[in-house]
Structures are given as structure tokens and as C-alpha cells.
């Protein structure tokens, strides 16, 4: 049997960017009407699961594939200042609602830890140390440190250092305002608020269809997994924040911005140490340099994970492979986002992407024991016994036609939206979660552009920078970094408790 009922905004997938947005919204029009739909039975066991992806708080500290040597021997840092500006707006929009006392503990879901990049080999250490001269100048890195000596390194990363064989130049680059960032528990606390708000969200709700309406509303057809009755929901907003199910969805709606577009699955793999006497001796994100042909998100790093409490280190990622766009998704969720419209360029990627191909075949080939060697680089001593092997969440990156030429595959996040902004979906993964609040404001920008003025009082009191460069506004900066770190408890005058150890 169905049913019909409408509203005024309906938001799909119940991960970080459907409960960004929906919190963003509530705070701009608490009048207006909000759904929720997830097939999972709770918020964030996708994408944003904390066991799903690296926790890292991306503020391009320490991502080195954020930073480019150019011609000249010159680093482009221009990157890494884009997404340094997009977390601190993440990190405003949480203190805000910290400050609201609409999240309780900001500890529950965000904890103060180093980020660090490591690299070995004359030529790597002349590009770290030319990254630190240039990031270092910069306003937004104030505070990052540089040393090429292992004495401070083992003062640093001990783990590392310990039963290292030095016989090549080493360095490493150090910043204290790094952060571990669970993304499932902030997913679950901003549900939790919303449904305070009296959000309608229902889970085990399957979004089998999405079609307009002749009058211009957006009608979902939504099966409820469990009875699979079939309910008809109107809406005249509709976010697609499904993760890799976004893309099923966008060519469901049959709008032109979503024409040509196709989608590659890559999964991931960790390993994970709990032995709390190998966990001791590390407490930072340590990224190293990709190896040749890997894409940007298979960065080697070793990072420091409190999930529950509880510290633990992930190592990876490893890169996998399945026809699944979500890690509870389809066999066959490849090979039905071929469409005649993206059909070329799907096939263009096909021959382009051969040594991405090659990549992840001897990826998915390797043995425990494989992996344990490339861990080793990282931790010389590290034992198998230590360590097993956790497969993470889909990532599905986009491939389109652009300037650079037909089916070429993207490896950040991007917003299609209609041209009346009806409807917006989230496509790819990279830095994802940790920009959801910049990305979900571009959403609310192209789609609500209307309302912009009357809510910009509102913004600007949630987000103290919108609208504006934090570079041209070098004051700001230090105000947000200081603010900030108070309000969610990240300065060094509030220690960390952790397990059983505390940390200042």
C-alpha cells in the first residue's frame, strides 16, 4: 500500500553531510519541515562510520599530496590554504553549536593529536623542507615545526625511530593543532539534535526512485526494508547525501547537471594495533609520500585513533577493490551507473586509468605479510601478531568529461545541482567529512540563493569568516584558532583523558 505525504525539505542518507546540512538549516529556518531517509538502521554506518576512514581532522597539516613542486622548484600551497580554511569553517560551526549547548562534550567526537609528514631520501627531504619554508610563512600553519635530526625524531615519533637503521637523509614536519576527528560519533550527536528538533528520520528506508512532479515538487519513492510497504514523499528540496549511492540516485532524477557523469569504486583497508604497549609509544597522524601510481587517498599513514575512548593506531590505507558503491551496497552497483549518456566516458577513463588498474590488482593481492613489510617502513618492529587487518568504508570518485580531457577521474568532493537548485547531490570522498560544513554551505548557497540575505545575520553569528578570506584577514585567524580550540577543548591548558592515560 501507498501513501503520500509532503515536505519541505527531504534529505537522503543519514551520514556528516546530511546531518551538516539538516543542522545548518534547522538553526536558518527552524520553521521548516525536515525528513530524513537512511536504508541502514542507524546514522553514519557508512562513509562516516569512525572504523570506515582515518579520523583525520584534514586541515592539509600534514597531507603532502595537498602541496605541489612546480617548475620553478616552487611549492604551490595553494590547496592545502583552501582546505585549511574549509576545516577551521567546520570547527567554527561545531564551536558554535558547543557555545548553543547543542552538542553536550565536543570530546566525544574530537580530540587534540600532532599531525606530522615523514619522509625518507635526499630528494623527499629537500621538498618537506622547502613545504615548511613556504607553509610555515603562512598564517594558518603558524606553529608547524621542521627537523631532519633523528635525535628529535625519536623525541617525536619513538615507534618510529625505534630499531630504526638510519643509512638515508630523514625528516619530518610537526604541528601540534592537529586533530582526530570521529566523524561517526559527531554524525550520531548532530541526528540526535535534529531529532530534538523534530526532525522526522526513519531508517531502514529504501529512496527506490526520485522523479518531479508536475507542479514542480520532487516525489520520492521510499520502501521500508523491513515490510517493504511503499510510501510517496514530496519535497520541494532534496539533498542526495548517500555516499556512493548518490550517483543511482542523481541519474534517477534525470536532470541535465547529472548527465555524463559516472562513478569508480575504491575500497579501502587498515591495519589496526590495539596492544595498548605498541599504542603508547605514538600519539600523532604521521603521513608519508604516495607510492608511484597510487591515487591521493592511498597517502601511507600511521595515526593515532580514539574511538570510545579507547586509543588504537591505524596504518593504511590499502586499497581494495568491489563493484559495491557502499560497503552494504550491490555487486552490481557498477555496472548499472552505465548509462548511454556516460557510456564514452566511462570507457575513456577505462583507458586512461590503466596504471590505477595495475594499482589496485596488486593491492588487492597482497598478503598480510605484504602489507606488514610497507608497515614496517613506517614502525621497524612492528609484529604481525600486533596487528589485523580491517576493511574500511567505498569511496566512489567521479569520472566526467573536463578541460583535461573526456573521462577523467576526479579524486575530490563536488556538489551537482539542478539549475532551479530543487535538488543537490554530493558526489566523491576527498577530504570529505572534514569540509562537510563549507561543501553543505556551497549546497545552501546554489539552492536557497534567494534566502541568502535574510539568513547571512544568522551565518555570520555560526560562522564568524563567511564570506570571507582568512588570509586577507590574518587577525581572524588567531581569534578562530583560539576560540575554537576553548570551546571543543583543544588547547593545552585541558588535558585529554584517554583510556587510562592522560594526555596535556
Known amino acids: ?273 590495539k596492544n595498548p604497549e605498541v599504542v603508547a609509544q605514538h600519539r600523532a597522524k604521521v603521513y608519508g609520500k604516495a607510492s608511484v601510481g597510487a591515487p591521493p587517498m592511498s597517502v601511507p599513514h600511521l595515526d593515532t585513533r580514539v574511538i570510545d575512548k579507547q586509543e588504537s593506531l591505524f596504518f593504511g590505507p590499502f586499497a581494495g577493490f568491489s563493484p559495491k558503491f557502499l560497503k552494504f551496497g550491490s555487486m552490481f552497483d557498477l555496472i548499472t551507473s552505465v548509462k548511454p549518456h556516460n557510456l564514452l566516458t566511462m570507457l575513456a577513463a577505462g583507458v586512461k586509468n590503466v596504471p590505477l588498474t595495475t594499482y589496485l590488482i596488486k593491492q588487492v593481492m597482497l598478503s598480510k605479510e605484504q602489507r606488514m613489510e610497507a608497515l614496517r617502513e613506517f614502525v621497524p618492529n612492528a609484529r604481525s601478531e600486533d596487528w589485523e587487518l580491517v576493511v574500511a568504508g567505498q569511496r566512489v570518485q567521479i569520472i566526467k568529461d573536463t578541460a583535461a580531457g573526456k573521462g577523467t577521474l576526479q579524486f575530490g568532493t563536488e556538489v551537482i545541482s539542478a539549475a532551479d537548485g530543487s535538488v543537490a547531490a554530493l558526489l566523491g570522498a576527498s577530504p570529505g567529512a572534514s569540509t562537510a560544513v563549507s561543501v553543505m554551505l556551497q549546497v545552501i548557497e546554489r539552492c536557497f540563493p534567494q534566502h541568502i540575505k535574510t539568513w547571512e545575520p544568522k551565518l555570520r553569528e555560526m560562522i564568524p569568516s563567511y564570506g570571507l578570506s582568512l588570509l586577507k584577514h590574518t587577525d581572524l585567524i588567531r581569534d578562530i584558532h583560539t576560540s575554537t580550540a576553548q570551546t571543543l577543548g583543544l588547547s593545552d591548558e585541558v588535558p585529554v583523558q584517554i583510556g587510562h592515560r592522560t594526555v596535556s
Open 1 to 273: 500500500m501507498s501513501k503520500q505525504t509532503k515536505t519541505d525539505v527531504i534529505l537522503i542518507g543519514a551520514g556528516i553531510m546530511s546531518a551538516t546540512l539538516g543542522s545548518l538549516l534547522k538553526e536558518l529556518a527552524p520553521d521548516w519541515n525536515l525528513k530524513v531517509f537512511e536504508r541502514r538502521a542507524t546514522a553514519g554506518e557508512e562513509s562516516s562510520n569512525e572504523w570506515n576512514n582515518a579520523g583525520t581532522g584534514h586541515a592539509s597539516l600534514c597531507e603532502l599530496n595537498y602541496t605541489t613542486e612546480k617548475q620553478d622548484g616552487s611549492i604551490d600551497i595553494s590547496k592545502a590554504v583552501k582546505v585549511n580554511e574549509e576545516f577551521q569553517v567546520s570547527k567554527q560551526f561545531w564551536s558554535y553549536l558547543v557555545k548553543s549547548n547543542l552538542i553536550r562534550n565536543p570530546r566525544d567526537f574530537v580530540v587534540p593529536v600532532p599531525h606530522m609528514s615523514f619522509v625518507q631520501g635526499e630528494q623527499d627531504v629537500k621538498f618537506l623542507k622547502k613545504r615548511f619554508e613556504a607553509m610555515s610563512a603562512n598564517p594558518l600553519f603558524k606553529g608547524m615545526e621542521y627537523s631532519d635530526d633523528p635525535a628529535k625524531l625519536k623525541e617525536w615519533i619513538p615507534l618510529m625511530m625505534k630499531d630504526r637503521t638510519v643509512n638515508k637523509p630523514i625528516a619530518a614536519t610537526r604541528i601540534e593543532s592537529g586533530t582526530d576527528v570521529n566523524f561517526g560519533a559527531l554524525t550520531r550527536i548532530l541526528f540526535a539534535h535534529l531529532k530534538n528538533q523534530n526532525v522526522d528520520i526513519r531508517y531502514n528506508q529504501n529512496v527506490d526512485d526520485i522523479k518531479r512532479t508536475g507542479d514542480g515538487l520532487w516525489e520520492l519513492k521510499v520502501r521500508n526494508i523491513g515490510t517493504g510497504n511503499v510510501e510517496r514523499h514530496t519535497a520541494k528540496f532534496v539533498f542526495i547525501g548517500g555516499g556512493g549511492g548518490s550517483l543511482h540516485l542523481l541519474q534517477k532524477s534525470g536532470i541535465q547537471e547529472g548527465k555524463g557523469i559516472g562513478g569508480f569504486p575504491v575500497s579501502g583497508l587498515f591495519m589496526v594495533c
